[in-house]
């Protein structure tokens, strides 16, 4: 996320719900290894670099003291407050937060602790409990015009209706949503939890201050349909996201001139966004079969095939109704509802299997007795 975002020195990167820094470290490495560990820069520009350009917000105590530490052995020293801040981002401590040109972040999973506090939040125009959605207008309000954002987010968040169609389409206005790259499963949150990370622009690629309709076209990388389960025994490593960063910028992820790094900003990122041409087939696309899906009408078979596809604003209004779950291979272990067995059945089995289940817990019950 880090060599896709390009962080350079002179930016402000903040993470609203830091955990124990890594984002904000690993921003930090990258910057430091454009500039010569940051020997490149003036005297005050490395003062910056060490005190003002991180801000994380962290909300649990215990984490936040592991997040300084982290940050202190880095060399980021952060303001008063160190690096990483205590509190609410949903709250009052995010709504204080200055306007950053960057932000990484992978919000917290579920509904709990710390949701309600966006319904105090009269900033975020959508009220809602799903701490996914309340972090995400957090975040792309919060970005400076041209600022950029690299999210890590559940399926929900994409397919969700009601609020969750609000806050997309809310998005897709106010940012050039450019990215979105399909995790496999268990990166990030649980085993056969869905994630994704959504890449995105404040403004247009074409003007920073626009505010409306600044999502064009949304590409799409596939990594998780027909991708191994990973875990320790099948670890996902760099191999992995190597074809992704590669369509992501057809140049390279690294661009340094006289020991200062471009940015992906304004002229750079719309020549990135030029290059771009759909079609990837590594990890044995091509045997993948394709889905009869509205992503595949009228679309010629070797891209069908493809992992990294283009798909217009007007076609994800017309054919998703600003979904975002856009997917068009078939996953070798998907079920096809064509081919599941009568309502009747389906019913008789679960019923079953609940029933087995109340057997086992009667069991352990009356053994649990017993053993007293």
Same mark, same amino acid.
């Not at 759909?278 to 079969?289: C, I, L």
């Not at 089995?349 to 017993?370: H, I, R, V, Y």
């Given at each position: 996320?880090?060599?896709?975002?390009?962080?350079?020195?002179?930016?402000?990167?903040?993470?609203?719900?830091?955990?124990?820094?890594?984002?904000?470290?690993?921003?930090?490495?990258?910057?430091?290894?454009?500039?010569?560990?940051?020997?490149?820069?003036?005297?005050?520009?490395?003062?910056?670099?060490?005190?003002?350009?991180?801000?994380?917000?962290?909300?649990?105590?215990?984490?936040?003291? &592991?997040?300084?530490?982290?940050?202190?052995?880095?060399?980021?020293?952060?303001?008063?407050?160190?690096?990483?801040?205590?509190?609410?981002?949903?709250?009052?401590?995010?709504?204080?937060?200055?306007?950053?040109?960057?932000?990484?972040?992978?919000?917290?999973?579920?509904?709990?602790?710390?949701?309600?506090?966006?319904?105090?939040?009269?900033?975020?125009?959508?009220?809602?409990?799903?701490?996914? &959605?309340? *972090?995400?207008?957090?975040?792309?309000?919060?970005?400076?015009?041209?600022?950029?954002?690299?999210?890590?987010?559940?399926?929900?968040?994409?397919?969700?209706?009601?609020?969750?169609?609000?806050?997309?389409?809310?998005?897709?206005?106010?940012?050039?949503?450019?990215?979105?790259?399909?995790?496999?499963?268990?990166?990030?949150?649980?085993?056969?939890?869905?994630?994704?990370?959504?890449?995105?622009?404040?403004?247009?690629?074409?003007?920073?201050?626009?505010?409306?309709?600044?999502?064009?076209?949304?590409?799409?990388?596939?990594?998780?349909?027909?991708?191994?389960? *990973?875990?320790?025994?099948?670890?996902?490593?760099?191999?992995? &996201?190597?074809?992704?960063?590669?369509?992501?910028?057809?140049?390279?992820?690294?661009?340094?001139?006289?020991?200062?790094?471009?940015?992906?900003?304004?002229?750079?990122?719309?020549?990135?966004?030029?290059?771009?041409?759909?079609?990837?087939?590594?990890?044995?696309?091509?045997?993948?079969?394709?889905?009869?899906?509205?992503?595949?009408?009228?679309?010629?078979?070797?891209?069908?095939?493809?992992?990294?596809?283009? *798909?217009?604003?007007?076609?994800?209004?017309?054919?998703?109704?600003?979904?975002?779950?856009?997917?068009?291979?078939?996953?070798?272990?998907?079920?096809?509802?064509?081919?599941?067995?009568?309502?009747?059945? &389906?019913?008789?089995?679960?019923?079953?299997?609940?029933?087995?289940?109340?057997?086992?817990?009667?069991?352990?019950?009356?053994?649990?007795?017993?053993?007293?």
């Amino acid at each position: 996320m880090v060599r896709c975002i390009k962080p350079k020195a002179g930016e402000v990167v903040q993470d609203p719900a830091a955990g124990t820094a890594g984002f904000l470290i690993a921003a930090d490495a990258y910057i430091k290894q454009h500039t010569d560990d940051l020997y490149d820069l003036t005297a005050t520009e490395q003062s910056f670099q060490r005190n003002n350009a991180f801000v994380g917000i962290e909300l649990v105590p215990g984490t936040r003291r &592991l997040a300084l530490m982290n940050c202190l052995l880095h060399g980021m020293e952060g303001d008063a407050e160190g690096v990483v801040h205590l509190g609410n981002a949903l709250g009052d401590s995010g709504k204080s937060l200055a306007r950053a040109d960057i932000i990484l972040a992978n919000p917290p999973f579920g509904t709990s602790k710390g949701g309600e506090a966006s319904n105090t939040r009269d900033d975020l125009t959508y009220k809602t409990s799903n701490k996914q &959605l309340a *972090f995400l207008q957090h975040i792309y309000r919060n970005l400076k015009p041209g600022g950029r954002a690299a999210v890590v987010l559940p399926d929900n968040v994409l397919f969700e209706a009601g609020v969750g169609t609000d806050v997309r389409r809310d998005l897709m206005h106010k940012c050039n949503l450019h990215t979105i790259l399909r995790l496999p499963t268990g990166i990030f949150y649980a085993q056969g939890v869905k994630t994704n990370v959504l890449f995105f622009t404040k403004g247009s690629a074409k003007d920073k201050h626009q505010q409306e309709n600044c999502t064009e076209n949304v590409w799409v990388y596939d990594l998780r349909t027909n991708m191994p389960s *990973f875990g320790k025994r099948t670890p996902f490593g760099e191999q992995h &996201l190597t074809p992704f960063e590669q369509v992501y910028d057809s140049q390279g992820s690294a661009n340094v001139a006289g020991g200062r790094m471009l940015g992906a900003t304004g002229d750079d990122f719309s020549r990135i966004l030029a290059r771009r041409q759909e079609g990837e087939y590594s990890f044995n696309a091509e045997q993948v079969e394709v889905a009869e899906t509205d992503e595949n009408q009228g679309v010629d078979s070797k891209l069908a095939h493809s992992r990294w596809r283009k *798909f217009s604003r007007g076609w994800i209004r017309e054919h998703k109704a600003d979904s975002l779950d856009i997917s068009w291979l078939k996953d070798k272990d998907s079920v096809d509802a064509a081919n599941l067995p009568e309502p009747d059945v &389906l019913a008789r089995e679960a019923k079953d299997e609940l029933e087995l289940a109340l057997s086992e817990l009667d069991g352990l019950l009356q053994a649990l007795e017993g053993a007293v």
